[in-house]
């Protein structure tokens, strides 16, 4: 079974940083491509990061230069290094295989990691 729990969120300033943790079991982590992704209140989930299997990153403009992922495939772990935040990047994070900008996974989703970044 798919499954991935996502950790690191919390309460910071604007203008703060937090670095979120994903672990994934039920897969083979390394030939996965894998997405971040965050649902801000009252909105759908949207893509805002991914790092595919060979380690290449692509990003959502809005976070474009202040957000890095990585994955270390040894530990069936991604990461998300988020700096300069600002109350639009307040929402729970989820993190899952990343197959394209516009399909995302039905299955294997996490409760994620809340992300409150306060004024």
């Known amino acids: 079974q798919v499954q991935f729990v996502e950790s690191g969120g919390g309460l910071v300033q604007d203008g703060g940083s937090l670095r979120l943790s994903c672990t994934a079991s039920g897969i083979t982590f390394s030939i996965n491509a894998i997405g971040w992704y965050r649902q801000a209140p009252g909105n759908k989930r949207i893509l805002v990061a991914r790092v595919l299997s060979g380690g290449h990153t692509e990003y959502a403009d809005s976070v474009k230069g202040r957000f890095t992922v990585s994955r270390d495939n040894a530990k069936n772990t991604a990461y998300l290094q988020m700096n300069s935040l600002n109350s639009e990047d307040t929402g729970v994070y989820y993190c899952?295989?990343?197959?394209?900008?516009?399909?995302?996974?039905?299955?294997?989703w996490g409760q994620g990691t809340q992300v409150t970044v306060s004024s």
């Open positions: 899952n295989t990343y197959l394209s900008e516009t399909v995302y996974p039905v299955r294997g």
